[in-house]
């Protein structure tokens, strides 16, 4: 594999919770590199703290202490793409007004900024969906909005928490396709976090095992496996069998 | 019992009940000296006073004074109590500032303020509209504010994540996002507001239709009572159906049944 350029590196980044009556010590020492345009997933446990992790990442919750360095400077509120895992689009807006919202609240036209964003909706694959409400798409397609709209903030960091995690089992396999897809023609640095080993190593260039409270970075994997992967695979199968044996247990 | 004989009964139960009430009035209704009308003289009544003025003015004018009255009110109360809802709900120093002032003067139910507003404002128009006022006021705050204070932080953090800053973040996500539960403060507030013209009415009026349940009462006239009584719930009825509708085309993503 060619050197690649670290786009995000994070040092010893911990997070505690004081609460009333206890701590909490959710995350201790994280310490990782995010390469630039690698599909970087990082694979816990429910509840260890991944999802806390991607906050700290985008800016919306601080460390307790650690430092976050982007190669490229930390990017400003808006100018890092982000998908939830319960889609977290706006209700009241159509299709087209959630993937324009990021261009639309940075006071791009409104001529300009839906172009822009009908690329990244047929991007997904949803033309002719553009004035549909949120309230009205599949769980799947609910999610391929929230990629557009995260890809239609033009960053090059794309931070995916458990993007697939609501949806069924044949949706969730698809949509793991999808993303590939639309990453090969569309490269950005993904950090991708499941608590799926099948999903981790179907999608990511490298895996990063986190353990469970308070979270660390157990183990690195390197996934070389060619794709598009199969689940069947005897390598993949190997290569599962062993992260699982790792993991701690979700309690 | 088949399914299809199940369905049955929940045609004719209602039936059967609206006409056990039908039978329970007649049957309560008779005797010379009975203070019940019949449903048969309170319809005469009803259509009596279509046609009929009582203190010069047919019942859909009394109906229509007393609507008045709610829907200046309500104009009134829709703008501030969105305004103050949005800040109790919104801006932390302004809950802990008006918080607690709003806290102590909304338990006390609009109707205790008649014979206050009465002396303030007289027995004009003004009196009954700032009663209304208070009363659909109330709902409306609390709704915003409680709407604005539980909204799903994902929405929030979506927004963040986007690159809304304050104002971007009140305008173009929380205030849209309450817009469901202003309406329902809209409806309650509706319902409140109708109830209190009629009580303010009951007190000092000229027209409108708690003027008419008055004039029933000082002259004994139970079936001009019971008319007006039957017309204030379906009036209310009909507002809040218009509302329900109204809400269905403002907030699709909410109360639409469509798929």
Redesign the interface.
């Known amino acids: 594999m060619a050197v690649l350029k670290n786009k995000i590196s994070l040092k010893n980044v911990s997070k505690t919770y004081y609460l009333k009556d206890r701590t909490v010590e959710v995350l201790k020492d994280i310490t990782l590199d995010v390469k630039e345009n690698e599909f970087l997933v990082l694979l816990g446990p429910g509840q260890c703290g991944k999802t806390v992790l991607l906050n700290i990442i985008a800016d919306l919750e601080k460390a307790t202490s650690g430092e976050i360095i982007f190669a490229d400077g930390r990017p400003k509120m808006g100018d890092l793409g982000m998908v939830f895992q319960k889609y977290a689009l706006f209700p009241w807006k159509t299709v087209m007004g959630n993937v324009e919202m990021n261009q639309k609240l940075k006071g791009v036209d409104k001529a300009t900024r839906q172009a822009k964003a009908q690329e990244y909706i047929n991007l997904v694959g949803l033309q002719g969906f553009e004035k549909a409400i949120p309230k009205q798409l599949s769980g799947g397609m609910k999610q391929r909005v929230g990629i557009a709209r995260a890809y239609a903030s033009e960053s090059d960091i794309m931070l995916m928490d458990e993007p697939f995690g609501a949806l069924d089992a044949q949706t969730r396999y698809s949509m793991e396709d999808e993303i590939i897809k639309i990453w090969e023609k569309n490269k950005r640095t993904i950090v991708f976090v499941t608590n799926n080993v099948e999903e981790a190593l179907y999608l990511g260039d490298r895996i990063m095992l986190l353990a469970s409270r308070p979270s660390y970075v157990k183990k690195e994997y390197i996934v070389d496996l060619p794709r598009p992967r199969s689940y069947t695979d005897k390598a993949f199968l190997e290569m599962r069998n062993e992260i699982v044996a790792n993991t701690d247990l979700d309690i | 019992m088949n399914s299809s004989e199940v369905k049955k009964w929940y045609y004719i139960l209602p039936v059967l009940s609206i006409g056990m009430f039908f039978a329970a009035w007649i049957f309560l209704s008779q005797g010379a000296d009975t203070m019940i009308p019949t449903p048969y003289a309170t319809l005469q009544r009803f259509l009596d006073i279509c046609v009929n003025p009582i203190s010069e003015a047919t019942l859909i004018v009394h109906i229509w004074a007393s609507l008045k009255r709610v829907l200046i009110a309500f104009f009134f109360a829709i703008v501030l109590g969105v305004f103050l809802g949005v800040g109790l709900g919104w801006s932390k120093a302004f809950d802990s500032f008006l918080g607690p002032v709003f806290e102590i003067l909304r338990p006390i139910p609009p109707i205790a303020w008649i014979p206050l507003v009465i002396l303030w404002c007289g027995i004009g128009e003004l009196p009954k509209v700032v009663i209304v006022f208070i009363g659909s006021f109330v709902p409306i705050v609390l709704n915003t504010c409680s709407g604005i204070k539980e909204i799903?932080p994902?929405?929030i953090?979506?927004g963040?994540?986007?690159?809304?800053?304050r104002r971007?973040l009140l305008f173009?996500?929380t205030l849209?996002?309450t817009?469901p539960a202003i309406l329902a403060g809209i409806r309650t507030a509706l319902s409140s507001g109708w109830m209190c013209v009629v009580a303010a009415e009951m007190i000092v009026a000229k027209q409108g239709v708690g003027f008419l349940i008055v004039r029933g009462q000082e002259s004994g006239d139970t079936a001009l009572i019971l008319a007006c009584m039957l017309v204030i719930g379906v009036v209310n009825l009909l507002l809040s159906t218009i509302l329900v509708k109204l809400e269905g085309v403002l907030?699709?993503?909410?109360f639409s049944k469509t798929?």
């Open positions: 799903d994902l929405l953090n979506a963040l994540v986007l690159g809304a800053n971007q173009e996500i849209p996002a817009v907030c699709p993503w909410q798929k």
